[in-house]
């Protein structure tokens, strides 16, 4: 499946570059020294510097990583290119007759997507994450996957059921709304562990990063009217920077291109409140409706529009004066709002009619109304295509943005995200987007709370293309974190990571069109200070399959490391052992004995078949359940297991 997911070129095609590829003028599997090589018409030179201070580069600290690619002919900048490159301390891997594994057999192997087979740095790669409707978080990645049947990478673990998040514009942080706990959870999406956590008060559910990244702006749904409206959150200090009532009611938050205003709703008051983002402070309330349901900024109209669920009409708020300047009549019911990247189409849900409306902000009026799904509640919209996610079908709309503003409504087609609909998952849906673009493909990701998968639709085809179990979990949103290249200027391109190790680095890179494989080198020192940071204890599971029967004692050994020493960690009196049933069972306490040499075991029950998630605690390493990497067991009648354990 890595073929399917892969960011554009990065594909299966790729792999047919290590079969034909000629030298490159030194010895392939010797990483070069120089920082610059010339081949088939194009230079590349490549720099890795600290990001944001001089100096050497230094294992705990981030880089910046930059190849800048010009014609050697006219020595202009060559753009729109897709760069594949990793980065992993230059050692050997050997291969199955333990032949040492030169740096450009490493990469044609990276690009195989085999377990086990994974650079310390992968600059092509991206995450897909699920905001679980129990308290967690899971971490699929959709380049590799365990023999061919799971993808998950990590597991967040939330204090409370989370409801919406924002990402930082690096990709470094995510911000989740914890509307049980009062408070933004902060997850490091280095490493995909919580951490921090900001204590905002009341009942946090929207939250908006600013167009610049200087403020996160969170809906504060508390029932007190003197505390409902807005918190504001420095996404750097963590501190609280303001706090402004603005009415009764759920709040949806937009801003203005410049960050100069920002407008938040009041369901339960049918009012938008303005806020002057520089003072911090409400200016004024507009009367826009019964109920606002959805904002959203257009920028070919320099407008705010605003549905109301209640009277079915968009009110059009002039982005300078925010007075009321349009109207625009659809049917009571409408939902949630998007815009397509011009700003031209504007397209509203409709539950109660079982559609969607369309806008033409160049004249504000009704353009289409398209029928599609059965309680449609959730738009996406790429550069081809607006997705319709609806409650009560299993399927996916598809509504073509090239036909819009022509004389007849658009046709929509469909595709199957799941077998079951999602609105049997129950309450507890969430408010962040269960569809997201995949990155810079034309095609979307898709969760299933209902089924509990997540899906990768490729735009053309007739269903979707891959599926990455949740193992038991109820995904209710989706976002990727983006770990890619990006073009950050003509020919240069770019992207920050951290350095996970000291030692000398093989930094692989390559070009489909035209074929180009070369190795550079990069050296990264030694940094105590890193040295100190993490888990105090590394762990091993040993444990030789995943899949063990229900209902019968489960004895789970796993081994304890100093991270410093490397040494095994013996007389630890205070291990213990946490599991519970996916998605959200009660968790249990296994009891702990020591076997030596570091080794501890655990006694595990295990009654019902399913999921279950074990976690390992040391209070005297001051080490959490969660801090340690966790273990996923299935329970499964013996025959099963057996020939699953065969297989």
């Known amino acids: 499946m890595y073929c399917l997911a892969v960011k554009r070129v990065l594909r299966c095609a790729a792999l047919g570059l290590f079969l034909a590829a000629p030298a490159l003028g030194q010895a392939p599997e010797q990483a070069s020294l120089s920082n610059r090589f010339v081949r088939e018409g194009l230079a590349v030179e490549f720099s890795a510097r600290p990001a944001g201070r001089g100096g050497e580069l230094r294992e705990g600290d981030y880089a910046e990583i930059t190849f800048g690619i010009t014609d050697t002919s006219t020595g202009k900048p060559v753009r729109s290119l897709a760069p594949g490159a990793w980065m992993d301390v230059g050692q050997t891997v050997a291969a199955r007759d333990n032949v040492p594994l030169d740096c450009r057999q490493k990469m044609s192997l990276y690009l195989s997507g085999r377990v086990g ?238 559609a969607v409306h369309i806008i033409d902000t160049a004249s504000n009026r009704l353009a289409h109304t398209v029928s599609v799904g059965k309680r449609p509640y959730q738009l996406t919209i790429t550069r081809a295509f607006a997705y319709v996610r609806s409650l009560d079908s299993e399927k996916v709309g598809m509504i073509p943005l090239s036909e819009l503003g022509r004389d007849r409504a658009p046709a929509v087609t469909e595709f199957a995200a799941g077998t079951e609909r999602p609105g049997l998952a129950g309450p507890g849906m969430a408010v962040a987007a269960p569809m997201v673009s995949a990155l810079e493909e034309a095609a979307v990701m898709v969760a299933n709370p209902a089924d509990g998968n997540v899906y990768f639709y490729m735009e053309g085809m007739v269903a979707p293309m891959a599926t990455f179990r949740n193992y038991g979990h109820r995904p209710v949103g989706l976002e990727v974190i983006n770990r890619s290249l990006k073009e950050t200027e003509p020919g240069l391109y770019k992207t920050t990571v951290r350095l996970p190790a000291a030692g000398k680095y093989d930094v692989g890179f390559m070009l489909q069109s035209p074929r180009v494989i070369h190795c550079f080198a990069a050296e990264v020192a030694s940094n105590p200070a890193a040295k100190r940071a993490g888990p105090a204890l590394e762990i091993e599971h040993l444990i030789k399959s995943r899949r063990v029967p229900v209902g019968e004692p489960v004895k789970l050994a796993f081994k304890l490391t100093d991270a410093q020493t490397q040494k095994p960690r013996t007389g630890l009196s205070d291990v213990r052992v946490g599991y519970h049933m996916a998605p959200a069972g009660q968790r249990k306490e296994a009891l702990v004995r020591e076997l030596g040499e570091g080794v501890y075991e655990a006694a595990l029950s295990l009654p019902e078949a399913g999921a279950y998630y074990v976690h390992v605690a040391v209070p005297s390493a001051k080490l959490r359940f969660g801090d340690l990497t966790f273990l996923s067991l299935i329970a499964q009648p013996r025959s099963e297991s057996g020939r699953s354990a065969r297989r």
């Open 117 to 354: 087979i994974r650079p310390m740095i992968d600059l092509n790669s991206y995450y897909v994450l699920a905001l679980n409707q129990d308290s967690s978080i899971s971490v699929v990645d959709p380049m590799v996957g365990m023999a061919g049947k799971t993808y998950l990478y990590a597991h967040i673990a939330l204090p409370r059921p989370g409801a919406d998040w924002a990402k930082s514009a690096d990709d470094k942080r995510l911000f989740v709304t914890i509307p049980r706990a009062s408070q933004l959870a902060v997850v490091d999406a280095e490493n995909f562990k919580v951490a921090g956590k900001v204590d905002v008060g009341g009942v946090p559910m929207r939250i908006v990063m600013q167009n610049d990244g200087r403020y996160l702006w969170v809906g504060n749904d508390s029932k007190e009217a003197a505390q409902s409206g807005v918190v504001v959150v420095d996404p750097v200090s963590l501190a609280v920077a303001g706090r402004i009532p603005t009415g009764r009611g759920h709040h949806e938050i937009a801003l203005s291109p410049d960050d100069r205003w920002a407008l938040a709703t009041n369901r339960e008051d049918g009012t938008v409140s303005v806020i002057d983002v520089h003072r911090m402070e409400k200016v004024k309330d507009v009367k826009t409706g019964l109920q606002p349901i959805s904002i959203v900024y257009a920028r070919l109209s320099r407008a705010f529009y605003v549905a109301d669920g209640k009277t079915g009409e968009i009110a059009v708020l002039d982005g300078r004066s925010h007075e009321v300047m349009a109207r625009i009549k659809a049917k009571p019911g409408l939902g949630p709002m998007r815009f397509t990247e011009d700003g031209r189409w504007g397209l509203v849900t409709n539950s109660l009619e079982n």
